[in-house]
């Protein structure tokens, strides 16, 4: 899969992951990595604010991308985050396989375009309940 990093299209999100090449829907784009961790440093981790690239599997199985910036699926942004961009929607979600999880396309992505991952309704909530 070629993907890139640039300035990502949905407002104050930074960086995003982009694809040059066609992909289609339900094919594994790129794997989530990082740090493994357990859930109680995942929870220490949560209360110090540091849960920017944390992905929460199962108990004894979190993934912390926080200090492995040269694994690009920490890129992807959720459309459906705070700052929303009209007419733009997420093109895949996250999808375990065993103990791994992929960025896996929800709908055919064409060349060019953001990838954009659904982080789900509860971690929103969380964050925006945090932001107050």
């Not at 090449?21 to 740090?35: F, H, L």
Request: proline share 2%.
């Amino acid at each position: 899969m070629a993907l890139i990093i640039k300035k990502s299209r949905l407002p104050g999100a930074g960086k995003g992951l982009y694809t040059t090449k066609a992909i289609s829907k339900e094919s594994k784009i790129i794997e989530y990595r990082g740090e493994i961790i357990g859930y109680n440093e995942y929870r220490r981790r949560t209360r110090n604010e540091q849960d920017q690239y944390l992905l929460f599997v199962r108990m004894e199985l979190c993934i912390d991308a926080m200090h492995t910036p040269q694994y690009k699926a920490r890129y992807a942004n959720d459309a459906a985050g705070i700052t929303r961009l009209k007419g733009v929607k997420n093109n895949s979600d996250y999808v375990l396989f065993g103990d791994k999880c992929f960025i896996v396309a929800s709908r055919n992505i064409k060349a060019g375009e953001e990838i954009l991952v659904n982080y789900t309704k509860s971690y929103w909530s969380y964050m925006r309940k945090r932001m107050k």
